[in-house]
């Protein structure tokens, strides 16, 4: 009976337009359906669209709005993290196609719980949120060493180093960690982004980070712009 249903949906959607199956595919990831996101991704590859075009003007362009709506306080941590599922079935599809054409994300990032913290649900909806606009994460996980960041990064050449605490007593290892990216002459080949419920702006500026990020949202647009500024520097 299921694949009844699931096979009607996507002739629903196949028969739709293509500015009108996108945006479907917002709403779809809005509600977090993602064996619609996967069957719609399906379509418009099929009708020739590009895999980046799909990821940019599809994916993306939905996961935008959730994050607007998520920073605004009209959805909830379940919520997203329905909708970065979602878009992760489309990922799924188009990732391989990527990879193959050799597209570049529009940034990427390496991110992990300091050491002596095992709070993830944070970290996690940044990763999620970040991969839903378009880069590249690398998640360390939990009670992260600065070793363990430094080795992340040479090899995988990030643009930004994320840091994410949620205990008073972990706070203060993320100045370990930028100070032993300045020991080492690292400091300035990344932008280092600091996160977590007891973090403030204030604490942000004293270890040395470039931004504190209040929410996964607001880690977003940051990250965007910070990559953005760094690379028209560079040009």
Known sequence: MSQQVEEKQELVLADLADDELVEQVFDDLYDGLADEIAAATRILLARGWEAKRVLDEALV???????????????????????????KAGMAILKPILAETGAEPIGKMVIGTVKGDIHDIGKNLVGMMMEGAGFEVV??????????????????????????ALLTTTMPYMKVVIDTLK??????DYIVMVGGAPLNE????????????RDAATAVEVAKRLVQERRAARA
């Open 61 to 87: 362009g939905g996961m935008n709005i959730v994050g607007v709506d998520f920073r605004d306080g009209i959805l909830f941590v379940p919520e997203v993290l329905l909708a970065a599922n979602a878009m």
């Open 139 to 164: 998640d360390l996980g939990i009670n992260t060493h600065a070793d363990a960041y430094i080795a992340a990064l040479r090899e995988h050449k990030p643009e930004i180093l994320g840091m994410s």
């Open 183 to 188: 020991a080492q002459g690292l400091r300035d």
């Open 202 to 213: 204030e604490f942000g500026k004293a270890v040395g980070a470039d931004a504190y990020c």
